[in-house]
Nanobody
Framework: QVQLVESGGGSVQAGGSLTLSCIAT????????MGWFRQAPGKKREGVAE???????SYAGSVKGRFTISKDNAKNTLYLQMNSLKPEDTAMYYC????????????WGQGTQVTVSS
C-alpha cells in the first residue's frame, strides 16, 4: 500500500529554517517523480518544488534560492530544506508522487503545517 507521511512542520519566526521530511512506503521513490506542494487558507494549492528521476530539480519562483528539495533513496525519504522563511510561506505542506512525468500527481501525504510569524 502506497503511503506518504510528512513531518517536520512547526512554528518559526521570519528568517528561520525548517526541514520537512516525507517517508514513502509501498514504492521506491527513485522510480517516481516527487514533489512538495503547499496550500494556505483561502488559497489554491501550489507547487513548491519537484525532483525528477535523474535528480534534477525545479522550484516555484517564490521559493527559489531559499528552499532545497532532495531525496535519500536508501531511506526512501524526500526532504524540503526551507531557509529564510517568510510569513507568506505559512501553509500546509504536502508531499506527492507520480510514476509518469507528464501526468498529475497520484499519491499524496496528509500534510504538515508550517507557520511563520513576523
Amino acid at each position: 500500500q502506497v503511503q506518504l507521511v510528512e513531518s517536520g512542520g512547526g512554528s518559526v519566526q521570519a528568517g528561520g529554517s525548517l526541514t520537512l521530511s516525507c517517508i514513502a512506503t509501498g514504492f521506491d521513490i527513485d522510480t517516481y517523480y516527487m514533489g512538495w506542494f503547499r496550500q494556505a487558507p483561502g488559497k489554491k494549492r501550489e507547487g513548491v518544488a519537484e525532483i525528477m528521476l535523474d535528480g534534477s530539480t525545479s522550484y516555484a519562483g517564490s521559493v527559489k534560492g531559499r528552499f532545497t528539495i532532495s531525496k535519500d533513496n536508501a531511506k526512501n525519504t524526500l526532504y524540503l530544506q526551507m531557509n529564510s522563511l517568510k510569513p507568506e510561506d505559512t501553509a500546509m505542506y504536502y508531499c506527492a508522487s507520480k510514476r509518469l512525468q507528464w501526468t498529475a500527481y497520484t499519491y499524496w501525504g496528509q500534510g504538515t503545517q508550517v507557520t511563520v510569524s513576523s
